[in-house]
Structures are given as C-alpha cells and as structure tokens.
C-alpha cells in the first residue's frame, strides 16, 4: 500500500504544493518514548468532510531537517466514521478526550517516505526528529 500511497500523494514532495491544496501546519509532534511524527500540515476541509480517499489525506507529514527545510516522510488520514480502513489496513481508534482535542477519530500513518522500523502504519518514527523544528515565533 505504501507504494500506492506514494504515487498519490508524491506531490506533496514541495511543502508548497500542500499549502497551495490548503494545508496548514501544526507543530511538530515528538513521541514520549522517543521517535516523532514530524510537523503534519492539515487539510481541515478533508478532516471535516469524514471521506477516506488516498490522493487527499487529511494530514501531510514532514520532517523538519538542519538546513531548515521539510521533507516529506508521511502522510495521515483520518475519520470520525469507523471501523475504518483504506486498502484493508485497519485505521487506529482514538477515544476522547485526546491530546489533540479532537472527538473520537480513527486514523492510519502510513510512512511512504521514510522508513519505519516499528512499521509502515505505527503512529511514530524513531528515525524521525523533530529537533530541528523552528519555535512559532520563527
């Protein structure tokens, strides 16, 4: 699937692409033990409209490098309508409250660009940092 994903949405390679498809970003999002998700750039109309389509996730994931650019490394869909899944790979349940502030979603990473070796679909990246991530302010 990682394959098919990376064919939709190989787009999003230039952050630009996604902010002019009216994605915003949120900070980056670091795990507790360790790893991250990057900095998602989020598609609130698709987050609103509870459709699961493979060109248009709801989120778009980057790392935040050294030199201060953004590569892509994932990409993030997300629903409130579940069970879900896309292409037969079960979306993760998340109930509320959440540290996102959202209701109870269901949503499923898939990591097309950089490689996870806790998995294709795991919430979190050891190899992804969100060391480099500018403060808001920046």
């Known amino acids: ?66 030199d201060g650019a953004l590569k892509l490394v994932a990409v993030e869909y997300i629903t409130s309508k579940g069970p879900a899944s896309l292409d037969g790979q079960l979306f993760n349940f998340n109930s509320a409250p959440n540290r996102y502030g959202l209701g109870e979603f269901y949503e499923l990473h898939v990591w097309a660009w950089k490689g996870n070796p806790t998995g294709t679909f795991a919430d979190m990246n050891p190899k992804v940092s969100c060391e480099h991530a500018m403060a808001p302010s920046q």
């Open 1 to 66: 699937m990682a394959d098919k994903v990376r064919a939709a949405n190989s787009r999003f390679i230039d952050v630009k692409t996604a902010v002019s498809e009216g994605y915003s970003p949120i900070p980056c999002a670091s795990g507790i033990t360790g790893g991250a998700m990057g900095i998602h750039y989020v598609n609130g109309r698709y987050l609103n409209d509870d459709k699961i389509d493979i060109a248009r996730p709801e989120a778009v994931m980057y790392e935040p490098l050294a």
